[in-house]
């Protein structure tokens, strides 16, 4: 089964702050984790987003649609990256996210893709 | 529901505090055993207890603490049991046994003290019918009255999951009539493994690491060693429990050294001796030579041999690789574990040298088992740095560090790896 782990962390308190050495660092973990599921066979997809203030919204205001600045959620965490994982239950996924260099200054959040009901044979 | 009478207790801040949670941890699994030994059904009798803890919450302050708490306790919960029972409206077989019950808890609470049945409870928690992987978070639950929601996060477990198991495990043991009782001698040997077993599962992640410094740790290595010491106290016959405690204490007696001032970690070779726990070293030797003597050599007591080598490599300066190597041979031999295998390379390569060891490891590599095993990969970074294969070896660093979960080690590790020489 699939699970997507969303990513959060606080850009502004965190990511900005830190040198070029620690983000080339803090770089490197994020590929380091990207291989090691590679290697396992487990990674359909690792994406990062640009800042969150890149975000914009679109939603409909009135009789046509209204374009916003910045993430939709208010809060000092932002989704920064996913990860699509291929695993066997909640628990490997639960391993997995543990393993994610977001934890620490961030939160992971997993969710399992929804599948279509197998068709009636 | 079920075992919040523990957390009941620690939450509350009064005089009676103190005993009643000294009661609670000493007694918790001794009530359970004695209230569920005949209807099997532990989570009746964890919510029996629970209601008498909260009941003794009430009392005790008002009241005092009574001259035999868990006379006190069990008397209360056995009354809810009944109750409960009665309320269910089962039938009179069930009455028999509750009856049953009754003189019996009366019986053990007007004598000198509650008898202790917690190794037929420990059996029943580590039984073969249950799924393995629920077993040592049932004795956390039922033996010591931790709560789901610690269990789980011990576990990496969601609270909700692993309630859920704990439920269906507690259900499987009242249906399918597990009993609570210690197997006898023709059956014990297969048994009493899966107890050890599920005790070391509670302390680490139960694969052993190749340092030998740093298995993967729950938070509840105070809770673990307190489930190894009763079951060494209940078997202080069987060499394989003594084993077992022994090494755990050495495992628990460096734990102090593996991380310096800045929180970083420090590997075995490194770590200051001056912060090991003497005494309990000391204590792991004396219960490793008391299991000695049983002359019935196992699993644990190869592995509390090892840690024992380390202890003395690094307090006398003298290295006996060949002894480690014997050590893993045999363990191989018991366990066919590719951790051990890994284990043994590492001493290899120390008479042999980098190269010789990575020969060998390369037949471990099509392991599937080792794919996403940190400690594989870190030792496999080490010997390659070491054979001055440095391209090679970053590769492998970076496996390790993907994999790792614990901050501190991935940073020694990315050290190691940006060490590495261009």
Redesign the interface.
């Known amino acids: 089964m699939r699970y997507i782990l969303l990513l959060y962390q606080d850009e502004t308190g965190f990511w900005f702050r830190l040198s070029d050495a620690e983000r080339a660092?803090e770089g490197?973990?994020y590929?380091?984790?990207?291989?090691?599921?590679g290697?396992?066979g487990q990674l359909v997809a690792a994406e990062r987003f640009e800042p969150y203030y890149t975000a914009r919204t679109v939603r409909r205001a009135g009789d046509r649609p209204a374009v916003g600045e910045g993430a939709y959620a208010d809060t000092p965490e932002q989704l920064g990256g996913a990860f699509i994982i291929e695993v066997a239950d909640?628990?490997e996924a639960?391993?997995w996210a543990?393993?994610c260099?977001t934890?620490?200054h961030g939160v992971v959040e997993i969710r399992r893709l929804w599948q279509p009901p197998a068709a009636p044979p | 529901m079920a075992a919040t009478g523990r957390a009941a207790v620690t939450s509350q801040g009064n005089a009676a505090r103190d005993t009643a949670e000294m009661v609670a941890r000493d007694s918790y699994g001794r009530l359970v055993a004695l209230l569920a030994v005949r209807t099997r059904d532990v989570a009746a009798a964890e919510d029996a207890l629970a209601d008498a803890f909260a009941a003794a919450l009430a009392d005790w302050p008002a009241n005092g603490v009574p001259a035999k708490p868990e006379a006190w306790l069990v008397t209360v919960a056995r009354r809810r049991l009944i109750d409960a029972a009665r309320r269910r409206q089962t039938g009179d077989a069930a009455e028999g046994t509750l009856r049953l019950l009754a003189e019996e808890v009366d019986a053990a609470a007007a004598g000198p003290g509650i008898p202790d049945r917690r190794l037929a409870l420990l059996f029943a928690c580590a039984h073969p019918a249950l799924d393995p992987a629920i077993r040592a978070p049932l004795m956390l639950q039922v033996v010591l009255g931790l709560d789901a929601k610690r269990i789980a996060s011990a576990f990496l477990m969601s609270p909700a999951a692993i309630g859920k198991r704990l439920g269906r495990a507690k259900a499987r043991i009242r249906e399918a009539g597990i009993p609570f009782a210690v197997p006898d001698r023709a059956e014990l040997p297969g048994r009493l493994d899966t107890v050890l077993d599920a005790v070391y599962a509670a302390f680490g992640d139960g694969w052993g690491d190749p340092a030998g410094t740093d298995a993967a740790r729950r938070g509840l290595s105070a809770e673990a060693l307190y489930l190894a010491r009763l079951a060494a106290a209940l078997m202080p016959d069987e060499p394989e429990a003594l084993g077992l405690l022994a090494l755990m204490l050495h495992a628990e007696a460096r734990r102090g050294a593996r991380r310096n001032g800045e929180g970083d970690y420090v590997p075995l070779a490194d770590q200051e001796t001056d912060l090991w726990d003497a005494a309990m070293i000391a204590e792991a030797e004396a219960v490793l030579r008391r299991a000695s003597t049983r002359g019935a050599i196992g699993r644990y007591q190869l592995e509390a041999a090892v840690q024992s080598t380390h202890v003395e490599r690094r307090l006398t300066g003298r290295a006996n690789w060949v002894a480690v190597i014997q050590l893993y041979d045999a363990l191989q031999a018991l366990t066919g574990s590719p951790v051990v295998a890994l284990n043994r390379l590492l001493a290899v390569a120390e008479i042999d040298g980098a190269e010789a060891a990575l020969g060998e490891m390369d037949t471990l590599a099509g392991d599937r088992r080792l794919v996403d095993y940190q400690p594989y990969w870190a030792a496999r970074a080490e010997l390659l740095a070491r054979a001055g294969a440095h391209g090679e070896s970053r590769r492998a660093y970076a496996m390790a560090i993907g994999l790792e979960q614990d901050p501190a080690v991935r940073r020694f590790l990315l050290r190691r790896q940006a060490g590495l020489p261009e």
């Open positions: 660092a490197a973990r590929e380091a984790f990207a291989r090691a599921l290697e396992a909640e628990e639960l391993a543990a393993r260099p934890i620490g």
